[in-house]
């Protein structure tokens, strides 16, 4: 279940770009390789027993298929996943320090064994994925930086980073010890939660910079039809001047051929229909 929210979460930065099709198929192996995987776990379980290496092995590598299943569904760029696994990586790492840390403080109070201490460790977990879960949703359906972040020469630095803070982080408790020392737990929660913050009010400052970029370059549009419109205007007017004139000129030279015709000046009355045409 732990797996399949962090894959729930790794998925909603993608959702709005996928067709329902595309959803469906998603879901569908997720649920069988969740189904699978489960076997398989309780098969170790039965036949290893229930030990922190067993759970820290599982816990480390259980979700890397979820990550080849949705990388072979969702086609967006490489390195959008890889942050999206980072940073998803980063919170659940810090969910389990925060159950690691209350599961030593229980453990100093009542005397648990090993296989008790797990199962309080879980239980923690999904405690804690599942009261958190609509912020956590509100939080991952955003987690996408701008496209600047990974449309430059750095764009792979920015996209591993929250990946190389989590392993860094995760790499102190990669043994058969549990739970560490209460200092060593605290600081897994730390480094996660100030990481989050501190991308949070990057992120927020980056979309609004994209904001007032995007309304510039729609205000230098909108200047440049608008004044594309007052050209196109003022030779509007200086044609209906023209016509205004042509139109005066052309009944003033009605009035005299036909004055000249009343009067028998025919030679005339040519002489002055020929002009226009000469020109």
Request: aromatic fraction near 12%.
């Amino acid at each position: 279940m732990i797996q399949l929210l962090g894959a729930y979460l790794r998925y909603l930065p993608f959702r709005a770009a996928m067709t329902p099709t595309e959803i469906k198929k998603l879901w569908r192996r997720f649920f069988i390789w969740s189904a699978t995987n489960f076997l398989i776990i309780v098969m170790l379980i039965a036949e290893l027993g229930l030990n922190t290496a067993l759970f820290k092995l599982t816990l480390f590598i259980n979700w890397l298929p979820y990550a080849l299943i949705a990388l072979s569904i969702i086609k967006r760029d490489l390195k959008e996943h890889v942050f999206v696994i980072g940073m998803e990586f980063l919170w659940s790492l810090m969910l389990h320090s925060i159950s690691t840390s209350t599961s030593y403080i229980l453990l100093h109070c009542d005397a648990l064994s090993s296989s008790e201490v797990l199962y309080l460790h879980n239980a923690l977990c999904m405690t804690l994925f599942l009261i958190l879960i609509r912020w956590e949703r509100r939080l991952f359906l955003n987690i996408l930086p701008s496209r600047y972040f990974f449309d430059n020469p750095f764009g792979w630095h920015a996209a591993i980073l929250p990946l190389a803070i989590a392993l860094g982080s995760s790499l102190l408790m990669a043994d058969a010890h549990y739970p560490h020392d209460l200092r060593e737990q605290l600081s897994r929660v730390v480094i996660p939660l100030f990481f989050f913050l501190v991308y949070r009010s990057m992120s927020i400052s980056t979309r609004l910079i994209d904001e007032k970029n995007e309304r510039e370059h729609i205000n230098g549009f909108i200047n440049q039809r608008l004044e594309a419109l007052r050209k196109y205007n003022l030779i509007m007017q200086e044609h209906q001047k023209r016509l205004a004139i042509f139109r005066h000129d052309r009944r003033h030279n009605y009035r005299l051929i036909s004055a000249m015709l009343d009067s028998g000046d025919v030679d005339k009355a040519i002489t002055l229909i020929e002009k226009p045409a000469e020109k």
